[in-house]
């Protein structure tokens, strides 16, 4: 940016705009382990106005503007790589409307995923979308990276509750699509355009959002296995009873392992070779309970060690926060890693984690898997730990390029919910033909004709 365009924007922005190095510095980095990239300045958007006259100004300068929420993304989608501005969309962050008759909210962009939750059950209603982040992301970048959680296996991802969206397209046109409204199909489907496209299309300013009545039951059961194998062929012996459970999710013990000792606390179950956390909930307490015994006697004639039920709130508490501190646990341990979220078709999960287990046989690099097995999409995590900096590196790539030849094999993909961003982007041919690629490229080129909005991520 010129010296001229920094005044011009500063007129125009005043006190929501700025160039302070710890500005810079604070928004040079997301979740994304060992990536950073500074922006030259930071817009803090206060009003859709502000999105829609900023955007326009770079369409007009050639200026790289990058969104970002609350910068919890693992993909690096909030990173200005290109430079330019950082448009941050944090103060954007009311909940303008809980409609109860309707069972929809709408939200501006940077409420907080954790704090919608607990307003809309204030009213007897339930938005599902979970993220493990979810107390330090936004609503806005869930969105954008179509983000998902462990009750995904039952209700979907963030992507099945969006009905209506307000955003601004780098040309500052502002869209007002869809609404309260549980069924359309008028035009083309833009918010299914705009979901997961990562910043890379348009700016969101306004989210509508469907929500269901809150379940009045919910009950939590841990499983011990003395291996992945049995634990997740009971995966798909539950699937065949007819019960949904809304969390089915999966650790290695390892992974247990490192979350005890990180929270210095322990569960109270015997060691085992890995772990399937299993959330049940319903209108009443006698369905809940017919569900989850019937649950319990498919896990233990499966060869489940045991099944604990986490009937008080407290032991509700300590598994959800077992569970939630997971990353951090992993983070803790070796500040860099890599997170993966591969997704297979459910009926693969053993096959992917036999492969897993293959590839971390191979190498030096710790690798953990858990995550969200009861939908296919499992957390693959490589550790750096004490490493020196060459062999991390060179059996990092190795490691990946294996694990996405293997997802590929076993008819999945990628990314479940985390995005690709920068750091999956070089793998996309893998997954995606010269055509789909290209028609990317034409789709990008009519929502920006410029290139200005988050260039360098997906493609
Ligand atoms: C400990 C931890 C646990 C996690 N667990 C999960 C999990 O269980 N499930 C899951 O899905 N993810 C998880 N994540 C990843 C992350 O929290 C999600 O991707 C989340 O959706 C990002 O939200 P954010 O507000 O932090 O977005 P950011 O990181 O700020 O941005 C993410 C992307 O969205 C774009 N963006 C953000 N806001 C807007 C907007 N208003 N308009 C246009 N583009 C925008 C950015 O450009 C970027 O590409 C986890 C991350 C951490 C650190």
Known sequence: MTKRQVN??????????????????RY???????LEAMPEAVVFAEETEDVSRLLRYCTDNKIPATPRGLGTGVSGGALPVKGGILLSLERMNRILEIDVENRMAVVQPGVITGELHKAVEEKGLFYPPDPASLESCSVGGNVMEGAGGP??????????????????????EVLRVGGKLRKNVTGYNLIGIMIASEGTLGVVTEITLRLLPLPAVRTDLLVPFESFQKATRTINEIHKTGIVPAVMEFMEHRALEIVEAYLDSKLPVPGAGAYLMIGLDG??????????????????????VDVFVAETSDMKQRLWKTRRSLHDALHHLSPEMEREDVVVPVARIEDLLKGVDGIRNGTKVEVVAFGHAGD???????????LDR??????????LDELFHLVVSLGGTLSGEHGIGVVKKQFMPLVT????RKLYKRLKQAFDPAGILNPGKII
Do not use: M
């Open 8 to 25: 011009e924007l500063k007129e125009l922005f005043g006190e929501k705009f700025s160039v302070l190095p710890e500005t810079l510095d």
């Open 390 to 399: 060459e062999t991390w590196k060179r059996e990092r790539e190795r490691v």
């Open 433 to 436: 033909s010269d055509a789909e």
């Open 376 to 386: 296919g999409n499992v957390h693959v995590n490589l550790l750096r730990g004490k």
């Open 28 to 34: 040079s980095r997301d979740e994304t382990s060992h």
């Open 151 to 172: 009750r995904a296996v039952k209700y979907g991802t963030t992507r099945d509750y969006v009905t209506g969206l307000e955003f601004v397209i780098p040309t500052g």
């Open 283 to 304: 209108v009443d307490k006698e369905t809940v309970q017919r569900d989850y015994e019937k649950v319990g006697e498919v896990c233990l004639e499966n060869g489940a």
